[in-house]
């Protein structure tokens, strides 16, 4: 129901936007968030917005240099990313969740109850 895109390897510095593409849900329903994980660390909460589109939110480690933004005509969630560093390669993960208001905003995934297959992330340095 969740289908993450736009993974690959790039060089530190460069850009590069994952998109996750939504299904047999209610799109309009559901905060959509993307989460990471590094090898042999544990996944962690990167960005998320809100149901409504009108509230975001970012992790220490990435506010100012990702955007997230989603369509909800088209049922997609982007994730654009700017200035990678090499800690930034994970693999990526889209999630969807209805917990909550649709104004609100959750950053645990322990509220999110569908999630993407994941795209891998390479930055070399």
């Known amino acids: 129901q969740l289908q993450a895109s736009g993974g690959g390897l790039v060089q530190a510095g460069d850009s590069l936007t994952l998109s996750c593409a939504a299904s047999?849900?209610?799109?309009?329903?559901?905060?959509m968030a993307w989460f990471r994980q590094a090898p042999g660390r544990e996944r962690e909460f990167v960005a998320a917005?809100?149901?409504?589109?009108?509230?975001?939110v970012y992790s220490d480690s990435v506010q100012g240099r990702f955007l997230i933004s989603r369509d909800n005509d088209k049922s997609t969630t982007d994730l654009q990313m700017n200035n990678l560093k090499a800690e930034d390669t994970a693999v990526y993960y889209c999630?969807?969740?209805?917990?909550?208001?649709?104004?609100?905003?959750?950053?645990?995934?322990?509220?999110?109850?569908?999630w993407g297959q994941g795209t891998k992330v390479t930055v070399s340095s």
């Open positions: 999630a969807a969740g209805s917990v909550g208001l649709r104004t609100e905003i959750r950053t645990s995934a322990t509220w999110y109850g569908y």
């Open positions: 047999r849900i209610t799109f309009i329903m559901y905060k």
């Open positions: 917005i809100a149901a409504t589109g009108g509230r975001t």
